[in-house]
Structure formats: C-alpha cells, structure tokens
C-alpha cells in the first residue's frame, strides 16, 4: 500500500484547509486510517482515526469540533477537513494506514510523506 498526502498550504489563522490522502496497492476489508501532525522540534501526533467501515471515528481533543475525516467511497481517497485552523495547528500532517484503531503511531503500517500546514496568526 502507498499512500500520499496533499493539500498543504499556508493560511491564516480562521481559515480552512482540506487534506487529500490517496492510496495505491491492495488493502484488506478492515483498516484504519489515522491522521498525525508533527512541529518542529515535537513528537508525531495523533490527530484522527476513522474505521474502514465508518462506525469509528476519533479525534485528538484539540481538534474535535474543528477538523473533521471523510472518505471519497468512489475513489477511495480520505479527507481531513480543518477548520478554523490555529497558528498552534502548524505541523507536516501524514496519514497512515493500518489495522489498529489506536492513536500510537507505531499502530500503523503504511505512510505516506508528509503535507505541510502553516497557519499564521
């Protein structure tokens, strides 16, 4: 499985961005797909998770409310949408795939490369 992230950008704080996942490869029925952040100079984050089938969904508390994951059923892509984006949401932003609905990063066997997002205030 590979994965791409995309839709990065520089914006200010209050606006919106989308993030695109794409994956290639053959996956099995069941996965997860986890988004992560990481600042400069900080650890991998978790920031959400969403279950192949849909039924589960989770966020990081700093985003909950704010950010939301989508799937595209025809294409297969995964969305993360951001919302009201804050200078302190600045970080490359992955996506991961995997079989675990967990938020460590280790639980998660596919990456893709990094988007950048910087929100300025």
């Known amino acids: 499985v590979q994965l791409q992230a995309s839709g990065g950008g520089l914006v200010q704080a209050g606006d919106s961005l989308r993030l695109s996942c794409t994956r290639s490869?053959?996956?099995?029925?069941?996965?997860?797909v986890g988004w992560f952040r990481q600042a400069p100079g900080k650890e991998r984050e978790f920031v959400a998770a969403k279950s192949s089938n849909g039924n589960s969904i989770m966020y990081t508390d700093s985003v909950n409310g704010r950010f939301a994951v989508s799937r595209d059923n025809v294409n297969g892509a995964e969305y993360l949408q951001m919302n009201s984006l804050k200078p302190e949401d600045t970080a490359v932003y992955y996506c991961a795939m995997g079989s675990l609905f967990t938020r460590a990063p280790n639980g998660y066997n596919y990456w893709g490369q990094g988007t950048q997002v910087t929100v300025s205030s």
């Open positions: 490869g053959r996956s099995t029925a069941w996965y997860i």
